[in-house]
């Protein structure tokens, strides 16, 4: 049986990028491999960049991040769903790891690079992400997992990190495979300047009150053939149109791309049917989120629950890569 393993930054709220691209394959492949579906908020990653953490957030950020999951469908009950820092064995095979792990391999590290660069001193720690992420991952003899373009090139060294500790030290790990989102990989943001990202700051939260979503909506640029409601436009060379793909239902989509092309409908008229998918699909995630949120004893409990059924798996993990050692 495969096993599957996600970690989900604690970055508190999720986008329709991460929605469409990430947390919708979790809970597709929680359906499929159940208990064999592994996801983690990866909170012991978050303080590696400065720039992006506040202690004083970190543990509200864990939780809410539990919260959006579970409300988009994430089911506790099938998968299991935890907080890294509640399982020490993440670090502790990360430790074994660092010591096969060439620092210049690390240091080539495309991410590592374009956060190392705005900082003025690196922390140690933020060149060991991917050494923590692999232990993340190997810790479960994880080898399916679903990530985005960007950590491709991660989970190719957590590949050769399986390969090198197998041949070091004796056979125990697989060499995982990232599967891609393909209809997914990049969500445009409300800005039309490509790739929808947190730090873009051109989101449409999932969580996002509706007539705030709305609001960004309204301004936000459409095919620029489109000077006049009569010019006619095309729905392929608009952000508008992609966001109907995503969460329109066919007789809409058709109508729109029709009345874009023909100057049938106008691009305000196009965005508030937009509207009407938005809502169906968001609306009864922000109500299961807000349930959630008046019962965080539940999400605490759940995470809790979680940590004890990943340490199930990944304790004798650990004590078998402790004697391979030589510990
Ligand atoms: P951000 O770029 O906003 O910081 P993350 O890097 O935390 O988002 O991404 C979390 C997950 O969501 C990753 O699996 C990533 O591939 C996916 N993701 C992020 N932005 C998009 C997007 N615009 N379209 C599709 N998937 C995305
Ligand atoms: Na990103």
Redesign the pocket.
């Known amino acids: 049986m495969p096993r599957v393993f996600s970690g989900i930054?604690p970055?508190g709220d999720p986008?329709i990028?991460?929605y469409?691209?990430?947390m919708k394959n979790y809970v597709r492949l929680g359906e499929e491999y159940g208990k064999n579906s592994i996801y983690c908020v990866v909170d012991l990653h978050a303080p590696t960049n400065p720039n992006a953490y506040d202690p004083r957030q970190l543990a509200a950020r864990t939780l809410e991040m539990a919260v959006a999951n579970m409300a988009a469908g994430l089911d506790p009950e099938k998968v299991i769903f935890f907080a890294q820092s509640h399982v020490p064995e993440h670090t502790e095979l990360a430790w074994l790891f660092t010591v096969i792990t060439p620092v210049g391999e690390l240091e080539r590290m495309t991410q590592y690079k374009d956060k190392a660069q705005k900082l003025e001193s690196t922390p140690a720690g933020l060149l060991m992400y991917p050494v923590l992420q692999a232990a993340d991952i190997l810790l479960y003899k994880a080898d399916t997992v679903p990530?985005?373009?960007?950590?491709v090139q991660h989970i190719e060294l957590t590949r050769e990190i399986a390969r090198k500790f197998n041949h070091q030290f004796g056979e125990m790990f697989p060499e995982p495979r990232a599967v891609l989102?393909k209809d997914?990989?990049?969500?445009p943001g409300v800005d039309g300047q490509g790739?929808?990202?947190?730090?873009k700051g051109n989101?449409i939260g999932i969580l996002e009150p509706l007539d705030s979503i709305w609001q960004k909506l309204r301004p936000a640029p459409t095919d620029p053939a489109r000077v006049r409601r009569t010019d006619p436009g095309d729905p392929d060379k608009c952000l508008i149109g992609d966001y109907h793909k995503l969460f329109s239902d066919l007789p809409t989509i058709e109508t729109v791309y029709e009345g874009c092309r023909t100057a049938g409908i106008g691009c305000v008229d196009c965005k508030k049917m937009l509207m009407v998918g938005i809502t169906r699909e968001l609306t009864p995630i922000q109500e299961r989120a807000a349930e959630l949120r008046a019962d965080p004893v539940r999400v605490r409990d759940v995470l809790a629950q979680g940590a004890k059924e990943a340490r199930q798996i990944a304790a004798p993990v650990m004590e078998e890569a402790r004697e391979k050692v030589g510990f």
């Open positions: 930054q970055t986008h990028g991460n469409f691209g990430a990530v985005g373009e960007d950590q989102a997914a990989l990049r969500i790739k929808m990202s947190k730090s989101t």
